[in-house]
Structures are given as structure tokens and as C-alpha cells.
């Protein structure tokens, strides 16, 4: 693993181009195992549609703790994910995995930046994700609820969903500390209610991606197809332990919409599934 940083000098605060790349990333199947059983996946001898994003999660934090890197790591929010696949990955295979920082924009809550994944075998891409992530700043709007006015857009959704059949789940309260043992990610709001409070939690959340990992592993079928985009939206945190309802719905392009909600209504995570990548 090797770190590259762009010659330019940066502003305060600007976030330099900041790379990673490892070749011949064998997928560990005690790991992949472990990530099948946190997160409802068979295993079918393929990697699931979202665990590149486990296997490049390291790349992702020594990135973002890259003394070039000009926030603490601690207090980013993931707040947007996209997920392209071009063909299904046997689960041993070997592959070479790049990830950079690059791309950064003023946002109402602070500044929004771009951690880009690429993922090759034998020279080929085969998989990339877009990971959005949020820094909030002094003097920005922080409001902790739905950083959006109520629109048209949440009826729409409503009588989108009208006709699908709701799955309950009930999320429990280890949910973070299981997935943290399969992805390392030991962030400690998703660890305990009394590490959680330190950050402005009143109990531990879920991390994001276990939620859509979970969300593609009841999709089944749909999710099992070579070419795939998925796109993700995380609206609000989901404290454990939870009760929530996951609804997924076809659309007229036939692109499978999806969402978890609260059972009091509150929307955690939406997002779309599209076969082709």
C-alpha cells in the first residue's frame, strides 16, 4: 500500500488529491463470512454487490488520516454512496483496488468531498464506487433532522411504495459492534450507547452501509445480476436497538427503488437499484 499526494500546495482547509492502490487484494473468507452473516447474504460462491466497499475500507480511513487530510476523521458523515458493478466477482479472486480524494464542494451543513474506489482484475474494471462525505464547519446550518424542506417529492415517494409489501426487521442493539468485526470499522458511535453520547448520540447508531448491505441482501435475484448500479441516501442516523420497515418498489425504467423507515415513519436510508452498470 503506497500513498500518493498531488505536488500543489492546498489552501487551509482545502483537501489535497490524496491516493492509495493495492494490487492483488485477495478477499479474506473468514471476513467474507462474517460480513455474509452480519448482513443476511448467501453464500453462492460470488462477493456480494456491496462488499468491495468493506474490502477498500482501510484504504478509505488511512486516507482520511493522511496527515495531508485537513479534518479529523472523527465527525465525518457519510451521507451519499454509488455503487457500479460491470460483472460479478468470485469470491477468490484477486484483485488490485485504487482509491483517491478528489472533488470537494460548499454545501448548506459544510463541505461535501468525494472519496472515489476503483476496483480491477487482471487489469480489467470490474466495480467503482462513489462515497460522499460530509464535514460539518463552524457557522453552517447543523440542524441535526432532515436537511431538506418538506417537498412534493415525499408524497411521491409515498404512493410510489403504496403497493409494495413491507419487511419488519428488528435491528439489535450489538448490530454495530457485529458489523464492525466484519468491515473494521470501529468508529465508536456505532459501538456503545456511552461512546455514541460523546458525539451527540443519545445511544449507539447502525453504520450506514450495514443498512444498505442489509437492503441488498433482501433484494435476492435483483441483486444478483452481473451489471449493477446502486445508489444510496442516508438521511438520518438509526439508533440501536431499532424496529424498522425496508420497502422496495419498481419503477417505470425498471430500476428497483428501496428505503428503510422507522416504525414512527422517520426515513433512515433510500436508494435505487438498476440492473446495468
Not at 37 to 48: A, T
Not at 125 to 153: K, N, Y
Request: proline share 8%; aromatic share 8%.
Amino acid at each position: 500500500m503506497r500513498a500518493a499526494v498531488a505536488r500543489r500546495p492546498s489552501r487551509p482547509a482545502e483537501v489535497p488529491r490524496l491516493e492509495l492502490k493495492v494490487r492483488h487484494l485477495a478477499p479474506d473468507s473468514f471476513q467474507l463470512a462474517r460480513y455474509r452473516e452480519v448482513c443476511g447474504f448467501s453464500s453462492d460462491g460470488y462477493l456480494p454487490l456491496t462488499f468491495p466497499q468493506v474490502l477498500a475500507a482501510p484504504m478509505h480511513i488511512a486516507l482520511l488520516n493522511h496527515p495531508d487530510f485537513p479534518y479529523r476523521l472523527l465527525g465525518m458523515i457519510h451521507v451519499r454512496n454509488r455503487i457500479q458493478q460491470h460483472r460479478r466477482l468470485a469470491e477468490g479472486t484477486a484483485l488490485s483496488v485504487r482509491t483517491w480524494v478528489e472533488g470537494q464542494r460548499e454545501v448548506r451543513q459544510g463541505r461535501e468531498l468525494d472519496l472515489h474506489t476503483d476496483v480491477e482484475v487482471d487489469g480489467t474494471p470490474v466495480w467503482s464506487a462513489l462515497t460522499t462525505m460530509l464535514r460539518r464547519l463552524p457557522g453552517a446550518d447543523t440542524r441535526p433532522r432532515e436537511p431538506r424542506p418538506v417537498s412534493p417529492s415525499a408524497t411521491e415517494d409515498d404512493t410510489l411504495f403504496a403497493h409494495s409489501r413491507p419487511s419488519s426487521w428488528k435491528v439489535p442493539e450489538d448490530a454495530g459492534r457485529r458489523y464492525a468485526r466484519a468491515s473494521g470499522d470501529y468508529n465508536p458511535i456505532h459501538l456503545y450507547a456511552v461512546t455514541a453520547r460523546f458525539f451527540g448520540f443519545p445511544r449507539a447508531i447502525v453504520h450506514g452501509m450495514w443498512t444498505v448491505g442489509r437492503c441488498v441482501a433482501e433484494m435476492g435475484e435483483a441483486a444478483e445480476a452481473p451489471a449493477l448500479t446502486l445508489t444510496s441516501e442516508f438521511r438520518r442516523p438509526l439508533l440501536l436497538p431499532s424496529n424498522v420497515v425496508f420497502q422496495t418498489a419498481k419503477q417505470q425504467d425498471g430500476a428497483v427503488a428501496y428505503r428503510v423507515k422507522s416504525e414512527d415513519g422517520q426515513l433512515h436510508v433510500q436508494g435505487d437499484l438498476t440492473t446495468g452498470a
